[in-house]
């Protein structure tokens, strides 16, 4: 959260001039994710961790503080552990990656502490992005027609709700034909983006609908209508297929030789896309820069006011991690990690009576920008 002023609102909000008295300044904990493997059978996905030797960790998502709902493990003494997460939730919760929190305590006394403000008194933490295997889903409306609401799922397939027909074979533009049944349909991303110019994609013009001919036949009874990918919904799935790169070459329809960079911020959990130089088609991008974000927190230790109230500071603090590939090979060309003050704010504002506050502290965006516009060509 970034810092800021606000004027009172009926009493509950005060501006206090804070000054540092004393606290614990402790860094966030050392944990990273190894290795992800994923079970179909077991739905389970089993994360092989790194941390600190013969450590106590437990681990929670959300806002819940319910003991049931924790996770716990111990590093060995090489620093290693294994974490089970069951991922057995409906596909639309399934497919969110989700922030953990984990905590260098037990899950007994995580349990107890019931907030972030009591554990931080205690304990070092670190928040870790992990993303379950189904992949990122969003809502695209109904099919026109047919009354049959419809999701656009990662740029590989649609899935068909229950609030329509329930038998029938679905055709989606070139697409195959398939059973309704089957609850899947494959669509070429490119059939929706091809066409499109990334200049006017993200350089915030008017963008029209891309609409594939979609048929539905129920027996005797055949349906025509039109699957429309709304301006928001095909950048966003934009940037789930050039993220792929991480893996290797993103293919285009028709190539070209620019060499525009498309610079893709968190494409793992809320994707934005931007655009650096010109491409008036895809086969203009020549580089994607994937960028992604990692909060670590440290105790500011307490401030008082002037009116002799004290307040607990914790300093977030949002590290930023660059990587540049060549999209027509796939290989890494950069990378850098940019990380932003770790100094404690002299002052902050917090809301009257509050027992704790945070701070925020963010790496420019112009660093981001100057970092990737110097590994690539003009």
């Given at each position: 959260m970034k810092p800021f002023v606000s004027s009172p609102s009926r009493g509950a909000l005060a501006?206090?001039?804070?000054?540092?008295?004393?606290?614990?300044?402790?860094?966030?904990?050392?944990?990273?994710?190894?290795k992800k493997e994923y079970d179909t059978a077991s739905k389970t996905l089993t994360l092989t961790m790194h941390g600190p030797k013969n450590t106590k960790i437990a681990a929670r998502t959300g806002k819940s503080w319910d003991a049931d709902s924790l996770e716990a493990f111990e590093t060995d003494a090489?620093?290693?552990?294994?974490?089970?997460?069951?991922?057995?939730?409906?596909?639309?919760?399934?497919?969110?990656?989700?922030l953990w929190t984990f905590y260098e305590t037990t899950k007994e006394k995580l349990a107890k502490a019931k907030s972030d403000s009591a554990v931080s008194k205690l304990t070092r933490r670190v928040t870790l992005t992990i993303p379950l295997p189904l992949p990122l889903s969003m809502d695209l409306g109904a099919l026109r027609g047919f009354g049959?609401?419809?999701?656009?799922?990662?740029?590989?397939?649609?899935?068909?709700?229950?609030?329509?027909?329930?038998?029938?074979?679905?055709?989606?533009?070139?697409?195959?034909?398939?059973?309704?049944?089957?609850?899947?349909?494959?669509?070429?991303?490119?059939?929706?983006?091809?066409?499109?110019?990334?200049?006017?994609?993200?350089?915030?013009?008017?963008?029209?609908?891309?609409?594939?001919?979609?048929?539905?036949?129920?027996?005797?009874?055949?349906?025509?209508?039109?699957?429309?990918?709304?301006?928001?919904?095909?950048?966003?799935?934009?940037?789930?297929?050039?993220?792929?790169?991480?893996?290797?070459?993103?293919?285009?329809?028709a190539e070209s030789t620019g060499n525009a960079t498309l610079w893709l911020v968190s494409p793992d959990v809320a994707p934005v896309a931007k655009l650096i130089g010109t491409a008036k088609t895809f086969g203009d991008i020549g580089y994607v820069a994937i960028q992604t974000s990692l909060r670590v927190s440290k105790s500011c230790g307490s401030y008082r006011s002037s009116s002799g109230n004290t307040t607990s500071v914790l300093l977030n603090m949002y590290r930023e991690t660059v990587v540049v590939y060549e999209r027509r090979t796939g290989k890494k060309v950069a990378s850098k990690e940019l990380v932003p003050s770790s100094v404690c704010p002299t002052m902050t504002s917090a809301r009257a009576g509050s027992a704790t506050t945070t701070s925020g502290s963010f790496v420019p965006e112009k660093e981001v920008r100057d970092f990737i516009v110097a590994s690539t060509p003009p």
């Open positions: 501006l206090v001039a804070l000054v540092l008295v004393a606290g614990c300044k402790r860094g966030p904990l050392e944990l990273s994710i190894e090489e620093g290693s552990a294994k974490l089970e997460i069951k991922n057995d939730s409906t596909a639309r919760e399934a497919s969110e990656p989700v049959v609401t419809m999701r656009y799922i990662d740029s590989t397939g649609v899935i068909f709700m229950s609030d329509g027909p329930t038998e029938g074979d679905v055709t989606i533009g070139d697409g195959p034909k398939r059973p309704l049944s089957s609850k899947s349909f494959p669509v070429e991303p490119m059939a929706v983006l091809g066409g499109k110019s990334p200049a006017a994609l993200f350089g915030g013009g008017t963008v029209a609908p891309v609409c594939l001919p979609t048929t539905l036949e129920e027996g005797k009874k055949t349906w025509a209508g039109e699957y429309c990918f709304q301006p928001d919904q095909q950048r966003s799935a934009t940037a789930r297929i050039f993220k792929a790169v991480r893996s290797g070459p993103v293919k285009v329809p």
